[in-house]
């Protein structure tokens, strides 16, 4: 070959999209491997600040941050791998039948927020202390927990645990259930 001459190489387009693509992947395998070390982890002591806050009532909008916090640090804002994979899974299995309830409906049935809404009109105002003093803080407490427990569960379900987590003031102090976290 002299210098005129160059060598045949790859189209550009091939490379780029090749290297796009290796790049997805690692940077999905890379959240993956947070999730399951780390991420795991460190949203525990997030959430559990998240409950002191929401324990106060005035630091509510701190603990609701708080929570979106901790649920963004379990993936960094990242979908797992095969998340594609596991939606349209669920979107074939209530093509062919009817779903049964995802656990935060199932749960809700038999939790505060259910009897909240079953009952159909506010609980007064002694009610609601009277449950907060004596059951409210520590089941607020253990309701957390089991919104953490979901990141030990080898797949990351961020909509299961802000479920959770926004039924938390209901679970307290049987108030009326509120709008979801936003994502």
């Known amino acids: 070959m002299n210098e005129t001459e160059t060598a045949p190489t ?16 690692a940077r999905s395998w890379g959240g ?23 324990l106060t009532f005035v630091g509510a909008p701190l603990a609701r ?11 960094l804002g990242q979908k797992p791998p095969g998340a594609d994979k596991l939606e349209s899974r669920h979107e074939e299995a209530a093509a062919e039948a009817e779903m049964k309830k995802p656990f935060a409906e ?16 506010p609980f007064g105002t002694r009610a609601r202390v009277f449950w907060f003093v004596l059951v409210g803080w520590w089941l607020g407490a253990l309701w957390t927990g089991l919104a953490w427990s ?25 108030a009326p259930p509120t709008a979801l976290l936003p994502p």
């Open 150 to 174: 979901v990141l030990l569960l080898p797949y990351p379900f961020p909509d299961l645990i802000r479920k959770l987590l926004a039924d938390l003031p209901s679970v307290m102090t049987l």
């Open 106 to 121: 199932r749960v809700r049935a038999y939790a505060p927020p259910g009897w909240v809404e079953r009952r159909q009109e």
């Open 10 to 25: 790859e189209p550009t387009e091939t490379r780029e999209g090749g290297g796009r693509k290796a790049v997805r992947s």
């Open 32 to 54: 993956y491997a947070w999730f399951m070390s780390f991420g795991t982890i460190l949203p525990l002591p997030v959430f559990l600040c998240g409950y002191i806050a929401q």
């Open 65 to 75: 941050r708080a929570y979106r916090f901790g649920i963004f640090l379990s993936t």
